[in-house]
């Protein structure tokens, strides 16, 4: 049986690595009888092992994606893998000859897929260019965002030191990193915080360290578009503001070509001016975002975000008189 266990499993190899391999040449590299072969790949079938035959004198090969490998262990899949050799000594005289072997090319495996993989997250984190807080000479946040990704990738919770701005103080936090989003030249992520026992959002800079946990997590029915509705950047409310906006002729077609995270009504009119219609959950990114189109953007509605902007107005102009 221990023999047939591992032929099975070198058929499965074999057939991966060479599509369309014939019974006689899979009878050949396992050193028995096509008679064997045929009965062992029922065997497969029975098994669910998705192997299809091209055909008289074509060979076979998996249907689909289906493949063993690379091998997607958790870091805890990989040890108790690893044990192996330790749990089984007293076995030693009972297993078949080349366990070792084989147990070093699937170790071996995992440890060249674990080192790929590595070294595409950090060319994607060489890649990603992030900007540095004026007051600070360096930013650390680019090495902690290839800890990050790694954490988010292998579902692994982080512990921080996070640096809350509003209240000047640094705290440790737990993390389950459930989205990395890019709001206007920063990052941030989005996770379920163990402290406060709900989601949040943290800004990438503000991190004073990073590391991950042995703790993994599932994020379960969490949707980053339901939990971000409505959210014009990145600053969540409870509030459903309804804002109509008129963009002059002379720059609707740049508002157009805004790039937004909610989706607008656009009516152009007559004169070539633009109707901005939109609902956010909080006004202030909103806000900003219209002051740098001046008085080429008038607020029609609501009323009361026309009064506050006609009172900035007056701030400003008195600024300079």
Known sequence: MKERLIRLMRMINLIQSKPGILARELADCCETTERTIYRD????????IPISNYGH???YAFISNFSMYPLDWTEQEALSFSM?????????SLLP?????????????????????????QHVTDVIQMGTPAYREEDGSASFLYDIIQAR???????????TQSRNEESQRDIDPYYLVPRDHRFYLIGYCHS??????FRISRFR???????TFDKGEFNLKTYMKNTWSIERGADQIRFKIKFHANIARYVKEEELFVKPKLTPQKDGSLLFEVTVNHEREFMNWLSQYGPEAEILEPKVYRDIMRQKLERWKSLYE
């Open 57 to 59: 004198g074509k060979g």
């Open 153 to 163: 990738l292998s579902q692994q919770t982080i512990r921080t030191v996070y640096y």
């Open 196 to 201: 406060a026992g709900d989601i949040r959002t």
């Open 97 to 121: 000859e080349g366990f070792d072997s084989a147990l070093e090319k699937v170790m071996g495996v995992h440890k060249k897929e674990k080192s790929k993989r590595a070294d595409i997250l």
């Open 41 to 48: 790949l029922e065997m497969l079938h029975a098994m669910n």
């Open 209 to 215: 360290d990073v590391k991950l946990l042995s703790d």
């Open 84 to 92: 192996l050799p330790s749990v089984m000594e007293q076995m030693k």
